[in-house]
């Protein structure tokens, strides 16, 4: 048989969670009523996935937190609420990282609950007395 490239076959029932693709090989003499999609469909038919990214190095990460605790009134936070016995380095500007994530009680927050400028945090409602509040600066730094 023939093979096209660029052509996933289907080697299970698409409800099959065990689902798997394969590519096929280029080939110009695929006759009419070939079951491969034609060349140049790309909009309609997957094509096989990117090369993985280089593995000449790995990039590197660091990672800063704002630790405090609730007082169960108020829902602003500063850097002068923090707790450095646990590593705080204060709230970063959020401008100068690539992800910030917040934590209440070691539970990850949606985005839309809460506000983070530089020395500020501000959550839309306080949580309860004495629940830990943790908030997560994430620095990623391309290749160089």
Do not use: H
């Not at 076959?9 to 693709?21: C, G, H």
């Not at 009419?32 to 590197?60: A, E, H, Y």
């Not at 990460?61 to 380095?89: A, C, M, P, R, W």
């Not at 209440?104 to 949580?127: F, H, R």
């Amino acid at each position: 048989m023939n093979e096209v490239s660029n052509v996933i076959r289907i080697t299970a029932k698409p409800w099959d969670r065990n689902l798997k693709f394969s590519y096929v090989e280029t080939s110009s003499t695929l006759p009419c009523n070939t079951i491969f999609p034609p060349q140049d469909c790309s909009v309609l038919f997957p094509v096989p996935p990117p090369p993985p990214p280089p593995t000449t190095g790995v990039l590197k990460v660091e990672t800063f937190q704002y630790i405090t605790v609730s007082d169960g009134v108020k829902n602003t936070y500063t850097n002068q609420d923090e707790l450095i016995q646990f590593g705080s380095t204060g709230i970063l500007n959020p401008a100068t990282v690539s992800y910030v994530n917040l934590f209440i009680n070691g539970m990850l927050q949606p985005l839309i609950v809460y506000k983070v400028s530089e020395g500020v945090l501000t959550i839309d409602e306080a949580p309860e007395k004495g629940v830990p509040i943790t908030l997560q600066f994430i620095k990623i730094f391309s290749y160089s």
